[in-house]
Structures are given as structure tokens and as C-alpha cells.
């Protein structure tokens, strides 16, 4: 096989760099620049840590586990072929399915958040407008080449990256006295501020899973490796590298972060109680920065979050579109969209894709956006149940591997402390899962609008995964039958 080629006519175009920062583009956006806030205000800053330690332990062992089956077999749409594979094609369909859906319903979240951040500078201009015009932007860098949107995102996320440095080091300057901002005498910048009130560990065991929910959708992208792996210039060396530095950059980003905002902003902030899309001076990294003195801090961080929100779609529309495309491959989407350009990019699947992101957009500018709220429920907990579907698939790879005489020292990747590691990440994944909204079941009448809406992504999940088993009669695969051999490199 052409190393410049994938198993499905996909350009080899993205180098290490390129899959590090598609990760980090793809999880590190509005879930840290705005949400974090919300979290520490509601959880406390021990327990917002907290949060993100455990989920970080869950992300690192899907990581690892994603990493050694997209080192070995580094496939485009990495998840349908992994589940069609090792386990069940009626999984793999589901699991497709489920992942397309989930992003191309978030390319069309991200464009209302766009809509909403550019009424900072153009509040006369209708919100219509704007996402027409960052959709077209993101359509263009996917449309181009591989190459192009690798290069846009590399770019995208090194802003953020730069971003998120300087709110360390600024932070760290003040906590330590070496920069003196504007902050009441009573709370300088430390332990006093980490432990001011019910602090730091706040409303218990509920509140920490509500935060654990909320940092789980912050960590979603990281999976993104798995998507690009059919695309990587060679995989069993680049893929291997960018798990290796992702995630600890990522942890690393995202603890320190929660950490400097903790000894700086007290967890009861009136500023970090008004958390919200609307109000970009209620960031966390917006307070931290005026305190230090920066007057500009709020023009600034929009800029910022602005670009978080344009790698985040642009992230997006490359997973739904590899998804489709590969789905169209393998027979388990319409034919037609497989179709690729002359320099190798899905098009077809491409625009299909930007066209219900569109219509899914378009539902939320409804005075009943009850559908979009619907559609943003369901993708949400389609992340999560990607996970799991990682953990289920390396479970099965792995046995499937040694049943079939494989070595492990022959592995180009291999993920440690298995089967603890998937096993571990399984339950953390469905405990958030299963407790989203848990407090619709403890009050004295069960909150059943609450509780379908929650949870709505479930029986969508199921009812793609049974369907397919009953109308195309499929059956687990044996370890025997496991296809470890195409798509290899």
C-alpha cells in the first residue's frame, strides 16, 4: 500500500503536530474559558479538582486504549470500524452513527455561540448572519485539503495554548505576590481564598457529580486522534507520540488552570455565579486577567474564546465528515457519499454534514427551541457513549489479539494496566453517565420531561444498535473471526 494513501483513498497529510493540537483544539474550548467558572462556583474549587483528576484518570486510560488500536489499525472513522470489527457490526453501525450525529449537532451548538460572541462587537448585526459566515469558514478549510484544515487547527488551538500559558504564569505571579492586582486585602491571592467559606470541597457528594459531568464534556475531542489516525503520516509513529503528549498536556492545562483560579477567585464570586454564554466578563480567565490589571482582558479573552469556538467547530465538521465518509465505505451509510475529490477529501459527506449542522442551527432560532435543546441533550450523551464504546472495543481487541497468537512486545503501541484500564474507564463513564440527572429521580414526583430529555441519547444509541442486529441478523464476533489484518500499514 502507498504510505501516502489510507485503506480508503484518504491523503496520509497529518503529522504529529497536526493530531496534538486536533486533540486539543477539539477539547479545549468554551468547557474551560466559560464552564470552569460555573464549576468552582457550584462544587467549590477542591471539589472542582477533584473532578478533573478522576475524569482526567478516565480520559487517560481511553486514551491509551484508543491509541493502541489507532497505532495498529489507523482507520479513518477509527469507532465504526473498531466495533464492526471486535465486537458486533450492529455496534459499529450504532456507534457511527452516534458519533456522527453527536459532532455535527455540536458544529451547530458552536454556531450559536458564535453568533452570541460577536454581539459583543456588533450587537446591531443578526446573530443569522454571523454563523452563516463561520460556517463558510470552516466548510472552506475542510473543503480544500486534509492538509488545510490540519494547518487551521494546528493554529486554532496554539492561540488557546498561548492562551491558557499566560493565564498560568499571570496567576502564578499573583498568587505569589510578584504581581499585585486589584483584589479586596481580605482575599490576597492563596490558601486563605481556596478555603474562604464552605471551600474548598462544596455541596457534597451531588455536587461532584454535577461537576464530573460537566469536565466529562470538557475532555470530549481528546478521541479525535482516533478519527484522524487514517490520515496520519505514518501512524504507528505519530499516533503513539500525540497520545503520549495529549492527554498530559490537556491534564495539565486544565488542573493548573482550576487550580490558579481557585487561589485566586473566591468560589462564592458573584462574577462566577452569573456564568454564562451571554457574558464574557463572567470567564474566569476574564476576572483573573482585570484583576491583574489588564483593561483590555475582556475584548481579549473574546477574541480568544472566539477562536475556541471556530476550532471546536472546525475540529467537528472533520470527525462528522471522516465519520460519513467511512460509514459510506463500508456500506453503512448511502453509497454516493464515499465519493472522494481528486485530492482526497469526502466533499460529498462534507457537505451533507455542514447542511443538517445548518438545520440543527436553524432550530434554535425557533421561539420553541424545545428540538434544539433535545438535539443538544442527546449529542452530549452521545459523547460519553462513544467512551464507552472505546473501552469495549479495546477490551475485545486485545483478547482477540493474544487469542489469535499476537505478541504484545509486537504491539506498535501498547496501552499499560489492561484489562484494569478499559474496565476502570467503563465505570467511571457510565457512573457520569447514569447520574446526569439523578436529582430528577430523588424528588417525590420523578421529572419525566427531565429525565427523557437527559437521557434521550440512550435509547437513540440502542435503537440504532438493535435495529441493525434485527434487520441485517448480525452476531458477536468470535476472537477468532476478528479482522486484525486490513487497514494495517
Not at 47 to 63: E, R
Amino acid at each position: 500500500m502507498n504510505n501516502q494513501h489510507s485503506e480508503t483513498g484518504l491523503r496520509r497529510e497529518l503529522k504529529a503536530r497536526h493530531l496534538s493540537m486536533i486533540a486539543i483544539g477539539g477539547s479545549i474550548g468554551t468547557g474551560l474559558f466559560l464552564a470552569s467558572g460555573a464549576t468552582v462556583a457550584t462544587a467549590g474549587p477542591g471539589t472542582a479538582l477533584l473532578a478533573y483528576g478522576v475524569i482526567g484518570i478516565m480520559v487517560y486510560f481511553l486514551m491509551t486504549s484508543l491509541g493502541e488500536m489507532a497505532a495498529y489499525l489507523p482507520i479513518s472513522g477509527a469507532f465504526q470500524v473498531y466495533g464492526t470489527r471486535f465486537v458486533d457490526p450492529a455496534f459499529g453501525f450504532a456507534l457511527g452513527w452516534n458519533y456522527w450525529f453527536s459532532w455535527a449537532v455540536t458544529v451547530a451548538v458552536e454556531l450559536a455561540a458564535a453568533s452570541i460572541v460577536m454581539g459583543y462587537w456588533f450587537p446591531g448585526v443578526p446573530g443569522v448572519v454571523w454563523s452563516g459566515i463561520f460556517l463558510a469558514i470552516v466548510f472552506l478549510f475542510n473543503y480544500i485539503s486534509v492538509k488545510g484544515f490540519g494547518e487551521s487547527e494546528y493554529w486554532f488551538s496554539l492561540l488557546k495554548v498561548i492562551t491558557i500559558i499566560a493565564f498560568i504564569v499571570t496567576g502564578t505571579l499573583m498568587i505569589f505576590g510578584i504581581m499585585h492586582g486589584d483584589h479586596p486585602a481580605a482575599l490576597e491571592p492563596g490558601l486563605r481564598v481556596f478555603e474562604t467559606g464552605d471551600a474548598p470541597f462544596v455541596g457534597g457528594l451531588p455536587a461532584f457529580i454535577a461537576a464530573a459531568m460537566v469536565v466529562g464534556f470538557s475532555f470530549m475531542g481528546t478521541e479525535l486522534i482516533g478519527v484522524a489516525a487514517g490520515e496520519s503520516a505514518d501512524p504507528a509513529t505519530t499516533i503513539p507520540r500525540a497520545v503520549k503528549q495529549v492527554f498530559w498536556r490537556i491534564l495539565m492545562f486544565y488542573v493548573l488552570a482550576i487550580l490558579v483560579i481557585g487561589l485566586i477567585l473566591p468560589y462564592n464570586d458573584p462574577s462566577l455565579l452569573k456564568n454564562g454564554m451571554e457574558d464574557i466578563g463572567a470567564s474566569p480567565f476574564t476576572l483573573v486577567f482585570k484583576r491583574a490589571g489588564f483593561a483590555m482582558a475582556a475584548g481579549l479573552m473574546n477574541t480568544v474564546i472566539l477562536t475556541a469556538i471556530l476550532s471546536a467547530g472546525n475540529s467537528g465538521l472533520y470527525a462528522s465528515t471522516r465519520m460519513l465518509h467511512n460509514m459510506a465505505v463500508s456500506g453503512m451509510a448511502p453509497r454516493w457519499l464515499g465519493k472522494l475529490s481528486a485530492n482526497g477529501v469526502p466533499r460529498r459527506a462534507l457537505v451533507a454534514t455542514s447542511l443538517i449542522a445548518s438545520l440543527c442551527f436553524l432550530t434554535s432560532l425557533s421561539n420553541n427551541n424545545s428540538v434544539y435543546l433535545w438535539l443538544l441533550n442527546a449529542s452530549g450523551m452521545s459523547g460519553f457513549i462513544v467512551w464507552l464504546g472505546i473501552a469495549v472495543c479495546h477490551y475485545r481487541f486485545r483478547r482477540a489479539y493474544l487469542h489469535q497468537g499476537g505478541q504484545l512486545h509486537e504491539l506498535p503501541y501498547r496501552a499499560r494496566w489492561f484489562p484494569l484500564g478499559p474496565l476502570l474507564a467503563f465505570g467511571i463513564c457510565m457512573v457520569v453517565m447514569l447520574g446526569q440527572n439523578y436529582a430528577a429521580f430523588t424528588s417525590s414526583h420523578i421529572d419525566w420531561k427531565g429525565v427523557v430529555a437527559t437521557y434521550f441519547g440512550i435509547p437513540l444509541f440502542l435503537a440504532f444498535w438493535l435495529g441493525y442486529k434485527w434487520f441485517h441478523r448480525t452476531r458477536v464476533v468470535s476472537l477468532a473471526e476478528v479482522d486484525l489484518a486490513e487497514g494495517r500499514v
